[in-house]
């Protein structure tokens, strides 16, 4: 949303390749979170950082990878270990406790 | 652990039609409820923020609820139109990283 950069938004990946979703944003804030959505269900954590170099691991974070090298870049990466990696991609920030998140486009990644 | 129930999963609608959604939690403990539009294959859109000192807040159209002790949230939307079509969804927050989301209620408004 505004300034969420969310890039590719279709994504396919074949068995036992590694593939990475890049996340970008513009608003200048600390918080960044990953999300996976499969259909009908809600929303479940992989990943957050609340600043740069740091980042913990959610619910779901097997099979992922981040990085948080810069304020403004939060990218993830699907590796060969997540068995069921066919999901809505969709990448947060925030400002922290009791504001406001932010979502981005989303990306959908699709295993061939 | 936090549950965020949504009830119902669907609902179809006449326009003009006032119209109120669900949103339910099991833990009273939390720090604000949000709810958020997701048109079909795109991120959400924030729609409201209510801090959990608050009842309810209203923006346009929409007025949603909070009432806490028993674990409850509506979204009232007045006078809905086709354009509100999208499926809603709820959250509730616990800590810098907690939040918790409800699957949704897809809406459809017929013209």
């Known amino acids: 949303d505004g300034g969420i950069t969310q890039s590719p938004k279709y994504l396919f990946r074949k068995e036992g390749q590694n593939v990475t979703l890049s996340c970008e944003q513009n608003?200048?804030?600390?918080?960044m979170y990953w999300y996976r959505q499969d259909p009908g269900q809600g929303l479940r954590l992989i990943y957050y950082?609340?600043?740069?170099?740091?980042?913990q691991k959610g619910d779901i974070a097997e099979g992922y990878s981040v990085s948080r090298e810069k304020k403004e870049s939060f990218p993830l990466t699907v590796t060969s270990a997540q068995k069921n990696p066919t999901a809505f991609y969709l990448c947060?920030?925030?400002?922290?406790?009791?504001?406001?998140?932010?979502f981005g486009e989303g990306s959908w990644l699709t295993v061939v | 652990k936090q549950e965020v129930t949504q009830i119902p999963a669907a609902l179809s609608v006449p326009e003009g039609e006032n119209l109120v959604l669900n949103c339910s939690f099991t833990?009273?403990?939390?720090?604000?409820l949000q709810w958020f539009r997701q048109d079909p294959g795109k991120g959400l859109t924030s729609l409201l923020l209510i801090q959990s000192s608050q009842r309810e807040q209203t923006s346009g159209r929409l007025n949603a609820s909070l009432d806490k002790s028993s674990g409850r949230s509506t979204l009232y939307i007045a006078a809905s139109q086709p354009g509100d079509s999208a499926t809603y969804l709820c959250a509730t927050q616990y800590n810098f990283n907690k939040f918790y989301f409800g699957s949704g209620t897809k809406l459809n408004v017929k013209p």
């Open positions: 947060a920030v925030g400002q922290g406790f009791g504001n406001t998140i932010y």
């Open positions: 833990d009273s403990a939390i720090y604000n």
């Open positions: 608003l200048n804030h600390d918080a």
């Open positions: 950082s609340q600043i740069v170099n740091d980042f």
